[in-house]
């Protein structure tokens, strides 16, 4: 079945550091891809998607490109801040009646000042 | 445009004992999934609801149900409550009339269920 690989975590990093968090997938169909993040306490936020090969999802200074020859779709960031302090899920869709999102393990990232 | 409500926040259960969740969608939209997040399991989906009927439903046991109002608002039930029920139980609602993989998703914050 469909499934998502994200990179574990967590992730430490220095404010206004490069960040990468990787995320691939398998999927029969052409599914859309999301970027979730999640700060503590709190319910998920859709943070960026994509709903075709090559189409790029950008929000907030995140990146992400739905790359499918290489089954991927890798968050970038050019210059973290402490306020981008997360947990990030990498998710996709099939629709049809597979409309759910299927998940990945999620990432943390703790960027210091 | 309000967003996804669910109540309550926080809940204390007894194992055994049943418990009832509750979440508003955002105007306008007519399908709404529930998810669990466990540390161990991560997010997994428990069923989708769509103009009162399920449309698509995950691999858990009978023990959850839910169901959808003609309002579109949602309510999830666990019955005979285990230690492994706590979890974080998310909401959340699409405008649904895709079905499809396009539609995007908005959550809600959550309730937390702790089984004792």
């Known amino acids: 079945g469909d499934s998502v690989t994200q990179m574990e975590g967590p992730v430490t990093l220095s404010e206004e550091a490069f960040l990468t968090i990787n995320c691939t997938y398998t999927?029969?169909?052409?599914?859309?891809l999301f970027w979730y993040v999640q700060y503590p306490g709190e319910g998920l936020q859709l943070l960026l998607k994509a709903t075709k090969a090559d189409d790029k999802g950008s929000n907030k200074g995140f990146e992400a490109t739905y790359r499918k020859e290489t089954t991927s779709f890798h968050l970038e960031k050019g210059s973290v801040q402490v306020s981008d302090s997360a947990v990030y899920f990498c998710a996709l869709s099939s629709g049809g009646s597979q409309g759910n999102l299927i998940f990945g393990k999620g990432t943390k990232l703790s960027v210091k000042p | 445009k309000a967003g996804v409500t669910q109540t309550p926040r926080y809940l204390i259960k007894t194992r055994g004992q049943q418990v009832t969740l509750s979440c508003s969608p955002i105007?306008?939209?007519?399908?709404v999934s529930w998810y669990q997040q466990t540390p161990g399991q991560g997010l997994q989906f428990l069923f989708e609801y769509f103009s009162e009927t399920q449309r698509n439903k995950g691999n858990f046991p009978g023990r959850f149900s839910g169901r959808q109002f003609s309002n579109s608002r949602s309510e999830m039930n666990v019955s005979t409550l285990e230690l492994g029920d706590s979890a974080l139980y998310l909401c959340?609602?699409?405008?649904?009339?895709?079905?499809?993989?396009?539609?995007?998703?908005?959550f809600g914050p959550g309730t937390r269920l702790t089984v004792l």
């Open positions: 959340a609602s699409s405008l649904g009339s895709s079905g499809g993989r396009t539609d995007t998703q908005y």
């Open positions: 999927a029969t169909g052409y599914p859309s």
């Open positions: 105007s306008g939209h007519r399908s």
